[in-house]
T-cell receptor, first 114, second 115 residues
Framework: NAGVTQTPKFQVLKTGQSMTLQCAQD?????MSWYRQDPGMGLRLIHY???????DQGEVPNGYNVSRSTTEDFPLRLLSAAPSQTSVYFC?????????????FGNGTRLTVT | GENVEQHPSTLSVQEGDSAVIKCTYS??????FPWYKQELGKRPQLIID?????GEKKDQRIAVTLNKTAKHFSLHITETQPEDSAVYFC??????????????FGKGTKLSVIP
């Protein structure tokens, strides 16, 4: 099992550009989520999904879109990048949305918006 | 929603001493409390977790305690080693409505173990 795979590892965008961060898991997990990590702010939830076709907003959803067309994939779209979106992004999945099992993280994507 | 406070934000200990990190949560319905360790430049990884029907759990040098009445839980690391140096995050999960659960993280504690 590869676990949770994120691409790309690094990305530089100009203000106003759009892009998609890819996330895939091969563990048949129900729950998938996106977090952003900023210095001194911990991990903040952007969007999450409890199954294919179901998504919901987390703590900091503005400027981001998600979709979940399959159990395996959960891409995060930046619609019009802003410098405030410079951050490290982690995708994470769990077997159950009730968190009876641990949250598994991908290796992260370091995004810089200039 | 849930609010998780974590203290201290930084902690330095001598090798061999113990380290304690404390977290409080706001939602009395929260029922799952994991701890994650994040080494520099790497992803967070689960080190121990506890559920609301248990007061304490141990795994070798690591232990977690939970006080549901006071709504706080703590991570205890004994006989610290240099490889314990990392950022540690606590988290709490609770029901957020409409059949959804969310995991809310504390802001992290940077632990430095001095050889």
């Amino acid at each position: 099992n590869a676990g949770v795979t994120q691409t790309p590892k690094f990305q530089v965008l100009k203000t106003g550009q759009s892009m998609t961060l890819q996330c895939a898991q091969d563990m048949n997990h129900e729950y998938m989520s996106w977090y952003r990590q900023d210095p001194g702010m911990g991990l903040r939830l952007i969007h999450y999904s409890v199954g294919a076709g179901i998504t919901d907003q987390g703590e900091v959803p503005n400027g981001y879109n998600v979709s979940r067309s399959t159990t395996e994939d959960f891409p995060l779209r930046l619609l019009s990048a802003a410098p405030s979106q410079t951050s490290v992004y982690f995708c994470a999945s769990s077997y159950s949305y009730e968190f009876n099992s641990p949250l598994h993280f991908g290796n992260g994507t370091r995004l810089t918006v200039t | 929603g849930e609010n998780v406070e974590q203290h201290p934000s930084t902690l330095s200990v001598q090798e061999g001493d113990s380290a304690v990190i404390k977290c409080t949560y706001s939602d009395s319905a929260s029922n799952y409390f994991p701890w994650y360790k994040q080494e520099l430049g790497k992803r967070p990884q689960l080190i121990i977790d506890i559920r609301s029907n248990v007061g304490e759990k141990k795994d070798q040098r690591i232990a977690v305690t939970l006080n549901k009445t006071a709504k706080h839980f703590s991570l205890h690391i004994t006989e610290t080693q240099p490889e314990d140096s990392a950022v540690y995050f606590c988290a709490a999960t609770g029901y957020s409505g409409a059949g959804s659960y969310q995991l809310t993280f504390g802001k992290g504690t940077k632990l430095s173990v001095i050889p």
